[in-house]
């Protein structure tokens, strides 16, 4: 049971670009979210977060939308830059640490 | 400041042995949670400690156990090791046990069962 699902495996975009990264979640009882994002031979990073009462949640070059009747999530970075380029998860707790992460988008920025 | 640091990076296991994995959390923070990340699959739960106690436990079978030590290290243990149990385990630390506390991740323990 999928309860945090990442459709997109992966996203090609060019520098400079707008990159957006989809989240969709099925349990109404998560109340905070978060975005981590994974380079290859290191541990997950934290990105940004948004709690359930928020619908957007800003952090210099990325922004996080929630829109909790669609159940959905977005990541939107701008612009997108090659360091950009890694893992991202999509991940949502219940209101303790039990994180449930999502299967990841691979995010590819070219120059 | 160190990070989240774990032993052994790599290990190579048969089936049906043990094995213990080690992680020292970030000086200060006191809950430490462990994750299992199959290939091509986002990291699952598997346990959290706070204060030394279990505070959550995922989906896993009694074979999977975990303590966390006064100076808030923590192993984790995983008897007769099954090919499936073959992943990348990670642990991470924060300073509290709440949803809203940011986790932080070590790279990882990479378990190879043959």
């Known amino acids: 049971d999928q309860q945090v699902k990442q459709n997109s495996p992966s996203l090609s975009v060019q520098e400079g670009r707008i990159s957006i990264l989809n989240c969709d979640y099925t349990?109404?009882?998560?109340?905070?979210f978060l975005w981590y994002k994974k380079y290859p031979a290191e541990g997950p990073t934290f990105l940004i977060s948004i709690s359930s009462i928020k619908d957007k949640n800003e952090d210099g070059r990325f922004t996080v939308f929630l829109n909790k009747s669609a159940k959905h999530l977005s990541l939107h970075i701008v612009p997108s830059q090659p360091g950009d380029s890694a893992v991202y998860f999509c991940?949502?707790?219940?209101?303790?640490?039990?994180?449930?992460f999502g299967t990841g988008t691979r995010l590819l920025v070219s120059p | 400041d160190a990070g989240v640091t774990q032993s052994p990076t790599h290990l190579i296991k048969t089936r049906g042995q043990h094995v213990t994995l080690r992680c020292s959390p970030i000086s200060g923070h006191k809950s430490v949670s462990w994750y299992q990340q199959v290939l091509g699959q986002g990291p699952q739960f598997i346990f959290q400690y706070y204060e030394k106690e279990e505070r959550g436990r995922g989906n896993f079978p009694d074979r999977f156990s975990a303590r966390q030590f006064p100076n808030y290290s923590s192993e984790l243990n995983v008897n007769a090791l099954l090919l499936g149990d073959s992943a990348l385990y990670l642990c991470?630390?924060?300073?509290?046990?709440?949803?809203?506390?940011?986790?932080?991740f070590g790279a990882g323990s990479r378990l190879t069962v043959l």
């Open positions: 991470a630390s924060s300073l509290g046990h709440s949803g809203a506390n940011v986790l932080t």
């Open positions: 349990n109404s009882m998560f109340d905070y």
């Open positions: 991940a949502a707790s219940p209101g303790f640490q039990k994180l449930v």
